[in-house]
């Protein structure tokens, strides 16, 4: 149990982080943001749990191909800002793309010999 509120405890103290350097410079907590972090840390509780290799393959494999279907939001966003749409239903629209996106992956994915 303390292992597991270790975790969640490490992981709620990057997204602070992340977001108190976001309100300084934005292109810094965009540029921390944009790092890998939280993906490195599950691959560090992954091992430290289970030191499969082949559990942690699939893992970081399925990792790169789900950060795909995640990338347009970045620009979908930015795009309805500047155009004046008001953030909530903006980041919701982007939101949605993701997960529609994310289910096409899935859907499409093994077709194309992925292991998701």
Do not use: N, Q
């Amino acid at each position: 149990m303390y292992y597991l509120i270790l975790k969640a405890a490490i992981s709620g103290v990057i997204i602070v982080l992340v977001s108190e350097i976001a309100k300084r410079s934005p292109p810094f907590g965009a540029l921390v943001a944009s790092l890998p972090l939280i993906s490195v840390m599950g691959m560090m509780w992954l091992w430290r749990d289970t030191h499969d290799p082949v559990r942690m393959a699939a893992h970081v494999e399925a990792t790169f191909w789900y950060v795909l279907p995640s990338l347009p939001m970045f620009l979908i966003m930015p795009a309805l800002l500047r155009r004046g749409a008001p953030f909530w239903p903006t980041l919701g629209f982007g939101c949605a793309v993701t997960i529609g996106l994310y289910f096409a992956m899935i859907a499409v994915g093994p077709r194309l010999g992925l292991k998701l």
